[in-house]
Every structure is written in structure tokens, then in C-alpha cells.
């Protein structure tokens, strides 16, 4: 990412944001504790000069204008004589005694505290500092000031300001700094996920968004975007199956519905050889017509489009009822049908979309279970969940074959014979998906058991419908 990009960045802005609000914060906090301690010294000086002022008063109610003038001539010679300012002036305002030259003429008019520049000399050079006076009108028309050289003031004002302005001037330079290489740093995480979207939009869809391992928010993303980006696979890859497959399995019924009508046309009129192809045409529109059936309702149970319909559901009397309709079906083939139910197996389900997937195992059972045989349906009560159960005495299936079989139009080899369209697993599937059920293929020595878990259902009263 260009430097240039990275000045730009939402980041970017809220970094400067927080510095600004972070260097406001900083600035009243070091302009708080600059007037804070700069007053205290201020306080410090009035009290020193009041202090001054009022011992000189003393004198001079003891010892009149004559001690008062040699007090002040000894503390103006004293090692103090730097710092304090004393001055005794006349009516006039000429000077008497004291270190300074003559009265300030802008104090000729006010009394109490003041506050003047005076001009000093120091070395061989002149300095104006600023000084904090009291002056106070003696008997007589005699006038007494008494000051402060204020430098200390000064150079501690100067020191601070300089202090707090090398410091906001850094908090701006490593706000600045650290805003900009937050950003660069975020952006990079954001530019990789912006590639990575941008390849799989132009086809790749198996590039994944980078993980650092870092566990952060970035890599929790990163994982929830692969694992989208997995099921989009996922689905991508079952709808070109699916959309080749129905292609596949479609041609074949078509094109002998096709021929079959051709022959009616081509042959000598017979209304028995018609009746005959009307109805094998029709048997063929059937098939056609279970096979997207069986499709619909593989979309629906899998999209969840059901899920408002289920309901508390007793498995032994929906199971009843389905072994019902399939035991003709079993006593024409010479199998044994049982069904055994042990507890109340009670599952939250669609009635509909359960009692076609339960239907879907009876059939496979049934068709693929040479006589003499048997085909046992059994449900139960688990800590676990309800539980139903379809085994059979048939071939079975491979145990490397139980998952690919439960894909979209497969059908084993030994099974081609069969009519079929290869739909049936998948749908017991896509149902068990849809309620959270898990469905396990085990060998049933011999011959296949197909078993539905379900999760607890919530107590309440089973709908035994």
C-alpha cells in the first residue's frame, strides 16, 4: 500500500482523532500546572514583600525616617540586595536611600501592589525584568516601595511554556507517526482480504484469506471468511454436480419417451399399441416427474424453508404409519417387515419431510434386499436423543462408499439394475441436516443399518399424530 493510501484511511483519521483529543487533554492538564505553580510563586513573592514591607513599617514606628533609612541602607548592601528592591523617596518622589535609581514615574500615582519592568544591569549588559512592588505612604509625605525581582518567575514561565511546547510537539510528531503506521499496518491485513475477495470475484474460488496466527480480531475474521468461502465451494461444487447429473439422468428417460412416441407414429395404427405407449410414456413422466420431486424437497430441507413447521412429533406412530403403507410392498417381494419401538421417541421434526426420508430407507431396504430376507425398523429413547433405525439382510454398502453415497444422484454399481434415480440417501441426508439429526451407515453383518439421531427434543407433550 502506497503511503500516500494509507493517509487516507478511516484508521488513519481516527488516529489523528484520538491525538487530538489526547493533545487537547495533555494541553489543559500542562496549562493547569502551569498556572497553577506559576501563582504559587506569584503567592510566594507577595508574601515575602508583605513580610519586607511590614518589618520596615516597624522600624519606622520605632526609629522614625532615620532608621527606617538604615535599615534600608543595610538590606540594599546585603547578600539579599540582588533580589529585593527597596527604595525611600521624599514628597517629591526624589530619591533618599535604597538600590534603585530613582521612583519608577508609572508608580508615582498608585500604591499597594504593582507591577513594573525595570531595567538592571548585569555584567556589562542591561536587562529589563519584571518586578512585583508594594508601595505605601509614609507621615510626612515620605513614600517607602518595597519589590521583588521577578526573573525567577520569568525563567520558570519560560521553561515551561518551552516544555510544554516541545511536548504537545511531540505528541503531534508520534501521534502522526503512530497513526500512520497503525494504518499502514491494518491496511495491510484489509488489502490482503480485498485481494483475496478480488480473485475469487474474478473465478478462483480457491483462493483463502491469509491467516497470521495471531489469534486477533483480523484472524477471526479471516477464519469466518474461509470458512464461508469453504460452504460457497461446497455448494458451487454440488450445483455443477447436480446440474451435470439431472443432465445425465434426464437424457436417458427423455430420449426413450422420445422414441417410444417416434415408434407410435412410425408403426400401423393400433389403439392397443397406443394405450400401451401412452401408458409406458406416462410410467416415464412419472419417474421425470419423482425425480425433481425428490430435488425440490432435497432444496427445501436443506435451505431450512420447513423449519416453522416443526413440531414435537412422536417417531414410533409416524414410523407405524409409514411401515404400513411399505408392508405390501415387503410381503410381494417374501420379506419379513418388523417394527419394535422402546420408549416414546419423541423429536422435534416436519411430520412431512421426516416421514419421506423414513419412507426413503424402507424403500432402499425393501428394493435392494433379495428374498428371503428381513427388514427391521426399530425406534427408542436415548439420554441423547430419539433414535430410529432401518436394517436390513442385503448387500450392504462398502464402508469407503457410505459417505460418497449419500451424495446427489449415486448409485453403486451393483445397484444400476435397479430402477432409481439415486436421490433417496440424499434426501434422508439433507432432512437429518435440516434437524440437526446425525446420519450413521453402519455394516449390519450382513445387510446395511441406516440410523437417524436425533438431538433432545423440548419437553412438552409429543404431537402423535
Known amino acids: 500500500m502506497r503511503p500516500r493510501n494509507a493517509l487516507r484511511t478511516t484508521t488513519f483519521r481516527l488516529a489523528l482523532a484520538y491525538l487530538a483529543i489526547f493533545v487537547a487533554s495533555s494541553g489543559t492538564v500542562l496549562a493547569f500546572i502551569y498556572?497553577?505553580?506559576?501563582?504559587?510563586?506569584?503567592?510566594?513573592?507577595?508574601?515575602?514583600?508583605?513580610?519586607?514591607?511590614?518589618g520596615l513599617r516597624e522600624q519606622y514606628r520605632q526609629w522614625g525616617?532615620?532608621?527606617?533609612?538604615r535599615v534600608i541602607e543595610?538590606?540594599?548592601?546585603?547578600?539579599?540586595?540582588?533580589?529585593?528592591?527597596?527604595?525611600?523617596?521624599?514628597?517629591?518622589?526624589?530619591?533618599?536611600?535604597?538600590?534603585?535609581?530613582?521612583?519608577?514615574?508609572?508608580?508615582?500615582?498608585?500604591?499597594?501592589?504593582?507591577?513594573?519592568?525595570?531595567?538592571?544591569?548585569?555584567?556589562?549588559?542591561?536587562?529589563?525584568?519584571?518586578?512585583?512592588?508594594?508601595?505605601?505612604?509614609?507621615?510626612?509625605?515620605?513614600?517607602?516601595?518595597?519589590?521583588?525581582d521577578m526573573k525567577e518567575r520569568s525563567d520558570f514561565r519560560q521553561r515551561v511554556i518551552g516544555a510544554i511546547a516541545w511536548s504537545l510537539a511531540l505528541m503531534l510528531a508520534f501521534g502522526v507517526a503512530g497513526g500512520y503506521w497503525v494504518s499502514r499496518h491494518l491496511m495491510r491485513r484489509v488489502d490482503a482480504i480485498n485481494r483475496t475477495s478480488g480473485e475469487i470475484r474474478a473465478g478462483d474460488l480457491k483462493q483463502r484469506v491469509p491467516v497470521n496466527g495471531t489469534g486477533d480480531e483480523f484472524d477471526q475474521l479471516a477464519l469466518n471468511l474461509n470458512a464461508m468461502l469453504d460452504q460457497i465451494e461446497r455448494l458451487m461444487a454440488g450445483m455443477r454436480q447436480v446440474t451435470a447429473n439431472?443432465?445425465?439422468?434426464?437424457?436417458?428417460?427423455?430420449?426413450?419417451?422420445?422414441?417410444?412416441?417416434?415408434?407410435?407414429l412410425i408403426e400401423k395404427a393400433d389403439e392397443g399399441r397406443y394405450r400401451e405407449a401412452i401408458q409406458e410414456t406416462i410410467d416415464e413422466a412419472d419417474h421425470i416427474i419423482a425425480t425433481f420431486n425428490a430435488m425440490l424437497s432435497i432444496a427445501e430441507a436443506e435451505a431450512g424453508a420447513k423449519t416453522e413447521a416443526?413440531?414435537?412429533?412422536?417417531?414410533?406412530?409416524?414410523?407405524?404409519?409409514?411401515?404400513?403403507?411399505?408392508?405390501?410392498?415387503?410381503?410381494?417381494?417374501?420379506?419379513?417387515?418388523?417394527?419394535?419401538?422402546?420408549?416414546?421417541?419423541?423429536?422435534?421434526?416436519?411430520?412431512?419431510?421426516?416421514s419421506q426420508a423414513v419412507a426413503n430407507l424402507l424403500d432402499n431396504a425393501i428394493k435392494y434386499t433379495p428374498a428371503p430376507g428381513r427388514v427391521a425398523v426399530t425406534t427408542g429413547e436415548t439420554p441423547q436423543g430419539a433414535v430410529v433405525t432401518v436394517a436390513d439382510s442385503g448387500p450392504g454398502i462398502p464402508a469407503d462408499q457410505?459417505?460418497?453415497?449419500?451424495?446427489?444422484?449415486?448409485?453403486?454399481?451393483?445397484?444400476?439394475?435397479?430402477?432409481?434415480?439415486?436421490?433417496?440417501?440424499?434426501?434422508?441426508?439433507?432432512?437429518?441436516?435440516?434437524?440437526?439429526?446425525?446420519?450413521?451407515?453402519?455394516?449390519?453383518?450382513?445387510?446395511?443399518?441406516?440410523t437417524l439421531r436425533f438431538p433432545p427434543a423440548p419437553d412438552a407433550r409429543p404431537n402423535g399424530k
Open 310 to 354: 416443526m413440531e414435537r412429533t412422536g417417531l414410533p406412530a409416524l414410523v407405524d404409519q409409514v411401515a404400513e403403507l411399505y408392508e405390501p410392498l415387503a410381503e410381494e417381494k417374501g420379506l419379513v417387515l418388523t417394527v419394535e419401538h422402546s420408549g416414546a421417541a419423541v423429536a422435534r421434526a416436519d411430520r412431512h419431510l421426516l
Open 246 to 264: 439431472v443432465a445425465h439422468d434426464m437424457r436417458t428417460p427423455l430420449n426413450r419417451l422420445r422414441a417410444r412416441l417416434e415408434l407410435s
Open 65 to 69: 525616617v532615620v532608621g527606617l533609612v
Open 402 to 450: 457410505r459417505q460418497a453415497v449419500l451424495g446427489r444422484f449415486v448409485r453403486l454399481e451393483q445397484s444400476r439394475s435397479t430402477p432409481g434415480n439415486g436421490l433417496g440417501l440424499s434426501l434422508v441426508q439433507a432432512v437429518a441436516t435440516m434437524h440437526g439429526a446425525e446420519l450413521v451407515l453402519e455394516d449390519n453383518a450382513p445387510g446395511l443399518r441406516v
Open 74 to 148: 543595610e538590606r540594599s548592601k546585603g547578600d539579599r540586595a540582588d533580589e529585593m528592591r527597596y527604595l525611600v523617596a521624599g514628597p517629591r518622589f526624589e530619591r533618599i536611600t535604597g538600590n534603585l535609581t530613582g521612583w519608577p514615574a508609572e508608580l508615582r500615582d498608585r500604591r499597594g501592589q504593582v507591577e513594573f519592568p525595570l531595567t538592571v544591569r548585569v555584567g556589562e549588559r542591561s536587562e529589563v525584568r519584571a518586578t512585583m512592588a508594594m508601595t505605601f505612604d509614609l507621615p510626612n509625605g515620605f513614600h517607602l516601595l518595597v519589590g521583588r
Open 35 to 54: 498556572w497553577a505553580t506559576s501563582g504559587a510563586i506569584d503567592r510566594e513573592s507577595e508574601q515575602i514583600i508583605e513580610a519586607e514591607l511590614t
